[in-house]
């Protein structure tokens, strides 16, 4: 019921900046969280970084410093701005979003977008 794009993923070299952006669309709707993960071949899904009712972040110990999260409510659009990129950043970055309805609550992932840091 909940849909998430997500774009701009692609490669950079060490020290580049990318930003992601993951728009949600519905209706009906609250949002509680949006947030970003990734996952590299072979590694379980890590939290990258979340944003809690459009005010409290919260960040992996590994992007801290180097990565902001950001959400324009007005269109429902969460970003992550990542720079200092480091090779182990490479991964495909989710979306996700934590959403209720008439008090029913439930999750919606992005489609992935690769994000390749290499020399």
């Known amino acids: 019921q909940v849909q998430l794009v997500e774009s701009g993923g692609g490669l950079v070299q060490p020290g580049g900046s990318l930003r992601l952006s993951c728009a949600a669309s519905?209706?009906?709707?609250?949002?509680?969280?949006m947030g970003w993960y990734r996952q590299a071949p072979g590694k379980q899904r890590e939290l990258v970084a979340r944003i809690i009712n459009g005010r409290s972040t919260l960040y992996a110990d590994s992007v801290k410093g180097r990565f902001t999260i950001s959400r324009e409510n007005a269109r429902n659009t969460v970003y992550l701005q990542m720079n200092s990129l480091k090779p182990e950043d490479t991964a495909v970055y989710y979306c996700?979003?934590?959403?209720?309805?008439?008090?029913?609550?439930?999750?919606?992932w992005g489609q992935g977008t690769q994000v390749t840091v290499s020399s």
């Open positions: 519905g209706s009906g709707f609250s949002i509680e969280a």
């Open positions: 996700n979003i934590n959403w209720s309805i008439l008090n029913r609550g439930d999750t919606s």
